[in-house]
């Protein structure tokens, strides 16, 4: 990936590199329970815990692996939520897919809005072929987002992850490329 953060810019949202200014915004959907009960983390509860997280953005940036922007709203301009790949194998052209949004902006069609734009940017300029995304079968809303952003249901991957003491099953889903057309 080149050295300069992309910026990604839609409707309502800039999507943009985060950085330790935003830790407090940050801090603020990762450390509530609702929010987290699905990523398989338990809520953060210092701001420090944030630093670690914005760390692991550089570091997955640095090694390749993903990207992850931060979702501001331009009429603020402060981070609520952040969306991006994870887990690029760049020989096989694919990448996961993860979001996470603060609360008081659910309902709004932002996460939408903002996976729509990361999906496009993955396709256009990363060279995916792939894009997935691992869902918990409780996770509904999540569930819903993906499968109106095009993405199919492939099967249950049963005690795929170990996290917060306990086996997770996760829905696999995916698109292709050639599922989308961009004009």
């Known amino acids: 990936m080149g050295k300069e953060f992309p910026v990604i810019e839609t409707e309502r949202l ?36 944030v630093w670690e997280e914005i760390r692991w953005y550089q570091t997955i940036r640095e090694e390749g692996s993903g990207i992850r922007w931060g979702i501001t709203r331009k009429d603020s301009g402060k981070v609520i939520g952040s969306c991006g790949f994870l887990n690029r194998v760049s020989k096989h ?8 949004l603060s609360k008081d902006h659910w309902g709004q069609g932002i996460t939408g809005e903002a996976l729509q734009a990361v999906v496009k940017y993955g396709f256009q300029n990363l060279e995916l072929e792939r894009i997935e995304a691992l869902i918990e079968p409780a996770n ?11 993405f199919v249901r492939e099967g249950l991957l049963r005690h795929y992850e170990f996290t917060c003491g306990k086996f997770d099953d996760l829905y696999m889903y995916s698109i292709l490329k050639a599922d989308v057309m961009y004009t």
């Open 14 to 49: 800039i999507l943009r590199e985060v950085t330790t200014d935003d830790d407090k915004d940050i801090f603020t959907y990762l450390s509530d329970q609702d929010v987290m009960k699905h990523m398989g983390l338990k809520p953060y509860q210092t701001v420090k815990d």
């Open 140 to 150: 509904l809303p999540s569930q819903k987002l993906v499968e109106k952003q095009g």
């Open 93 to 100: 052209f694919r990448a996961e897919v993860g979001f996470e």
